[in-house]
């Protein structure tokens, strides 16, 4: 993770909105990032409690 990073994409969200959701998979019993961290830490440090994502199929590894 890289706080110049989220603090960019934070600015950018506050000015554009989030262009590009997080996605997300399904375990059964919760969700699990698969990919958008810097994402959902701007959000987060934006102090959103919700957030824009793709359900997605993947397998783990």
Do not use: C, F, S
């Not at 909105?17 to 998979?25: A, E, H, L, W």
């Not at 994402?39 to 409690?49: D, F, H, S």
């Amino acid at each position: 993770l890289h706080p110049e990073t989220v603090r960019h994409l934070a600015e950018d969200i506050l000015e554009n909105g989030m262009k590009t959701p997080i996605q997300v998979r399904h375990d059964g019993k919760r969700h699990i990032l698969v990919e958008g961290l810097h994402r959902l830490e701007a959000a987060r440090w934006l102090g959103e409690t919700e957030i824009e994502a793709y359900l997605v199929q993947a397998k783990r590894h």
